[in-house]
């Protein structure tokens, strides 16, 4: 109990003297899983959508598989992107292996398949009458596309979250390809690991709760744009 | 069913509806939420930058030893967890940048995936603590030298009551052989690292193989997991001593029964990696690193390490000795 209550106070001194060091990891935290979560929105809202509005057969095996890469373990993507981009691997031209840009790559392949699949889900649920009611209002594919994900707005808000809550709190994949590296690499998440096995319970409990109020920050945001035309 | 509006007359107005709609949902919901994530990203970039540029302006003053930059700054050490839970390469990492210019990754995994990522060209330095693997990968060419850097000790810790009745006794094949004798539980590592071979190599010297017994449990992590787990167990096992004095707080019913056995000696290699390996080793960057580990300097900072925190030095200078006057 007492290490909890140090760890605390230690995180509480941590945001109050604004540790330069564990700002930066906090920092470094915030922008590798944002990125990381707007490039899975490129790519998984459009495969989404296409895949709950569009026919063809092979759809459902597809869709099954969008499914089952929700549940991604991020030490195999790790595992795959560090083979993938290792210097003597099939992408070591691009030289990313160990920087916050390869965390990024990692963090987007365990991101999409959850923005795509809560996609999928979002648009489903939508009552299919809207869509024949607004082509027949005369308006274009796209503008159809548009009007639903409008209507799907709040549990796609819901999928961002879930994406980045995903993407930040994971660690597999960030200490494989970023390696854990001081003032590069070193995330909240993988410092937590590191000082815990350093002994250092208090300064892990301390950054784990900066994590926490980080994650809440966040989702808050999203919660209250989400929540906006309810307010209680 | 209401009548079907003549298409003509009603499309402006209904593609006018659309466009309102649309703009509508554009300002109101998607805008915001896009502009909040940007503006997180942007925040926690323009804040991050100076912090990157601060860190990297001591590596980048043009002072007189790092006026001459390297042509590939980029070096990547693959070491054991030891030396960066200790806290050690903290202190000498960023002396070696600064004298050199060069910029380090430090990889810290056992020092069995740090052979690996050796033999297969990911790594240009390795910094490694067990000896007969490092035998086999320098006789196979991987390495370009193997220098002794330092050593420290492993030790024996266990259940103050000492179940097994291990204190006193002398080295630690006894010491082993009565924990197999009695069924006190005994944890593993079971990772490979330099510990588990070590531990793996005592264990063939008693002639028991302790594989499959109940009371030989594995954890298949670090170090400091590795002790946390013994703790909780009331078990044995064998650790670093730097390792287990970082921990000492947190493992407080575990003690230190049985040092000072010669077999428990951990000595720490550096190994720059053969170049032909691969042409994306930077065989430059490792040489340098691997000389500033033997560097008189740097043996000083190495020999001094942890004696303010713990009352005793962490390792023991050895660079320029032979592996038999150290003892290994």
Not at chain 2, 179 to 186: D, L, V
Request: hydrophobic residues 50%; charged residues 15%.
């Amino acid at each position: 109990m007492d290490l909890i209550w140090e760890g605390l106070q230690q995180a509480f001194w941590l945001l109050v003297g604004r540790d330069p060091e564990v700002i930066a990891v906090a920092q470094l935290s915030l922008m590798v899983s944002t990125s990381a979560v707007l490039l899975s929105l490129l790519l998984g809202i459009p495969t989404g959508v296409f895949l709950a509005l569009a026919r063809f057969p092979g759809r459902r095996i597809i869709i099954s598989l969008v499914n089952t890469g929700m549940g991604l373990p991020p030490v195999v993507v790790g595992l795959f992107v560090t083979v993938m981009l290792w210097r003597n691997g099939p992408l070591g031209v691009l030289h990313i292996m160990y920087t916050p840009a390869a965390m990024v790559i990692a963090q987007c392949i365990i991101a999409s398949p959850i923005v795509a699949g809560l996609t999928i889900a979002a648009i489903q649920q939508l009552n299919p009458k809207l869509r024949l009611q607004i082509l027949a209002l005369g308006a274009s594919r796209w503008q159809m596309v548009l009007l639903l994900l409008r209507e799907a707005r709040l549990p796609l808000l819901a999928a961002v979250m879930a994406g980045f809550g995903g993407v930040i709190s994971e660690i597999g994949a960030s200490m494989m390809v970023g390696g854990n590296i001081e003032h590069q690499t070193r995330v909240l998440t993988t410092a937590t690991v590191m000082e815990t096995s350093r002994g250092n319970f208090g300064l892990a409990i301390a950054l784990s709760v900066l994590l926490m109020i980080l994650v809440y920050a966040v989702n808050l945001a999203l919660t209250l744009i989400q929540q906006r035309s309810r307010p209680y | 069913m209401a009548e079907r509006p003549p298409k003509n007359l009603w499309r402006e107005e209904v593609e006018a509806m659309l466009t309102r709609h649309l703009a509508c949902t554009m300002r109101r919901t998607l805008l915001p939420a896009a502009l909040g994530l940007f503006l997180v990203a942007l925040l926690s970039g323009c804040a991050a930058s100076p912090a990157a540029t601060a860190t990297s302006a001591p590596a980048a003053t043009p002072t007189a030893a790092a006026a001459a930059q390297p042509a590939n700054p980029e070096v990547i050490l693959a070491t054991t967890t030891s030396t960066q839970d200790s806290g050690l390469l903290s202190v000498l990492i960023p002396l070696f940048e600064q004298k050199t210019g060069y910029k380090v990754k430090t990889i810290a995994v056992g020092s069995g995936q740090a052979m690996t990522m050796g033999e297969r060209g990911e790594a240009d330095v390795l910094l490694v603590h067990a000896p007969d693997s490092e035998k086999k990968f320098m006789a196979a060419g991987h390495g370009t030298e193997r220098l002794l850097v330092m050593h420290n000790d492993f030790v024996i810790v266990g259940p103050k009551d000492d179940p097994a009745k291990i204190k006193g006794l002398k080295t630690a094949k006894e010491a082993l052989t009565a924990i197999a004798n009695t069924k006190s539980i005994f944890i593993t590592r079971d990772d490979n690292s330099g510990t588990n071979q070590l531990e793996l190599k005592l264990w063939k010297a008693t002639g028991i193989d302790p594989k499959g017994q109940a009371w030989y449990q594995s954890t298949g992590q670090g170090m400091g997991a590795t002790l946390n787990v013994a703790a909780e167990k009331n078990a044995y096992t064998i650790s670093d001593r730097a390792t287990y004095l970082a921990n000492q707080k947190n493992v407080s019913n575990l003690e230190i029964l049985l040092e000072g056995d010669k077999s428990l000696l951990n000595i720490y290699h550096v190994i720059p990696v053969n170049p032909a390996k691969s042409d994306k080793i930077n065989a430059a960057g490792g040489k340098a690193f691997a000389q500033f580990m033997v560097d008189p300097e740097t043996q000083k900072v190495i020999a001094d390490f942890g004696k303010d925190k713990f009352g005793q030095p962490l390792f023991f200078a050895d660079a320029g000795k032979t592996d038999e006057e150290v003892g290994g």
